[in-house]
């Protein structure tokens, strides 16, 4: 299954934004049988992504999780597409509120970066989910205000505030990605990306000329006594970060001076 197989804004958004928010009908129904709630059915749902990932998904498998017959799910919850809206929205509920946080602007967002950075870790199926329609639920909604509330009065006007919270997260995203990907490759393929490029290395070094590439050879030399492989997403994630809250600021200071 590729990820476009699973996106959100896919289903009728009143019924979406009515399970995000519990004003539906569905909300406060109670199972006398088996004690259903929304609650525990998207908590088996985000647990069975924790573990087998998002593919795995389906109304079947998460009653058979919960020990109930699929049919019974849909009291509660409209359908997978619902579902899968909710999922994101609570575990976006596990993020912290840095806006209050001390050490100004740039502290909030490195706070900001670093508890998404982890949220994804948490939970890696996040990453193989579109979210081009991000279902506005409370919990995504609350951590946009506080997000926004971390850069306000600093000299941004409202759509530059938007923008800069949308590249620091884009970011995160992105090298998150990486980091899981580059963790999965290691677990399926049984070995560290130490072994496997020393078993390049023998071919590499009859075809690698250093007349050809100077620089190539030099650098990545470099970065494999350093790191022990050719990437190491901790340091990437580290630098980038770096180097996206440098920018920031210095778009924050030319902004100051027009």
């Known amino acids: ?14 019924r979406s934004l009515a399970l995000l928010w519990r004003t539906g009908e569905h909300s406060g129904r109670r199972g006398r049988k088996h004690d259903l709630s929304v609650e525990r059915i998207v908590r088996a749902a985000i647990e069975l992504a924790d573990s087998e990932g998002v593919a795995a998904l389906s109304m079947r498998r998460v009653a058979e999780r919960l020990g109930v017959g699929t049919m019974s799910l849909y009291t509660y919850v409209p359908g997978k597409s619902e579902l899968l809206d909710v999922m994101i929205d609570t575990v976006h509920g596990e993020l912290g509120r840095h806006h209050e946080a001390p050490g100004g602007w740039r502290a909030r967002l490195e706070l900001i970066a670093r508890d998404n950075w982890a949220l994804c870790h948490r939970h890696p199926w996040l990453l193989r989910v579109l979210t081009n329609r991000v279902p506005l639920g409370p919990n995504i909604s609350l951590n946009y205000e506080y997000q926004l509330r971390a850069i306000d009065g600093i000299g941004l006007n409202d759509l530059e505030m938007d923008s ?11 090298a998150a990605r990486n980091s899981i990907d580059t963790a999965r490759t290691r677990r399926d393929s049984g070995i560290t990306d130490e072994q496997w490029w020393h078993a390049q290395a023998p071919f590499l070094e009859r075809v690698m000329d250093p007349a050809r590439f100077p620089v190539a050879g030099r650098v990545g030399t470099a970065v494999g006594e350093a790191y ?9 994630f580290e630098f980038g970060l770096a180097r996206v809250l440098d920018g920031v600021e210095v778009f924050i200071e030319r902004r100051s001076d027009v």
């Not at 299954?1 to 009143?14: C, E, L, W």
Request: net charge negative.
């Open 164 to 174: 800069v919270i949308t590249l620091v997260t884009d970011y995160v995203h992105g």
């Open 228 to 236: 022990r492989t050719s990437y190491d997403p901790d340091r990437a």
């Open 1 to 14: 299954m590729t990820t476009d197989d699973h996106r959100t804004g896919t289903s009728d958004p009143t």
